[in-house]
């Protein structure tokens, strides 16, 4: 039914738009017009002829027009640069075919990469219409973890923090079942996500720290700035935090890295 929907709904739009010329779509006319299969039931879209040889002239340089007004347009998502680069490859293959320079669409074919181009370039909008962003670098990495430092060793060589880590915890909820009118209690298990702050040691040759600006603190600098009782931001992943994420620190705020990050943030 909602398949049946979608597909009016195209067809409707496409029949609007057939007067329009090219210039004038919206980057989603111009892959309706190119790439969704055509009003006629069974017809294949635009682009399938041009790659089986079965185009007219007209359509071949109506594809080349859809192409040229793609390139032009501006995409709502990712950089301009990465879509001119993805549009060019297509008005190349489309022109070679125009200009009867090629035996057959590979070099289209080849162009054409649909879910390259979609990831990089087509928006995923919310079922209330608004844009959804990308997770970007925030989806690349953990983001760091709010810890309270308990200790530092005598020797220093490693030091014990407070962190919150997440449990399943397993608990059995009575419930009274009535089977033959006769009543019974039965139990059901129930599965719950606690956090439970545990303590916990860290070997100061696996780490590093570094301010909120992403400089590393190094030294005897390192010492003048851990206290015990302080709060800090420990990081579990080898990625380097979101630059984003630092933005939000205060300038006191201090990360713990694992030693094992190729460089500090700041100097990516
Ligand atoms: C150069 C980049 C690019 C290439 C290559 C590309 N698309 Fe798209 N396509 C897009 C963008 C961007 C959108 C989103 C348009 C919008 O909603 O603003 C889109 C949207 C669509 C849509 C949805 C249209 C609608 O009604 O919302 C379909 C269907 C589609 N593309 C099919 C294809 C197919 C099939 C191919 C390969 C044969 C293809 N596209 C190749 C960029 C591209």
Redesign the pocket.
Known sequence: MIRTLFLLS?TL?TSITASLAADEL????I??R???PGRAAGKK?L??EVLAGTATKEQKQELLDLYLA?AKAK????SQEA?QK??AT?VTAAQEIVRGEVKDGSNLQA????????A????V?AIDGTLVEDAGDFGTAAPPQFVKLANISKDKLSISVYAFEPHVETSFREEEVEADGVKSVRKVPVMETVQLLRQSQISLAYVRLFDSTGKEVKGDEVWNRLKPGMTLLRQTGSKQVDPVLLKLLSPEALILAPSILPSSPAEK
């Open positions: 195209v739009f919206t980057i989603q006319q892959e309706q190119a790439h969704l879209p682009y399938k793609l995409p709502a998502k990712g879509w993805a549009t297509l162009a054409l990469n649909c879910k390259g181009c979609h990089a370039h087509r928006p909008y």
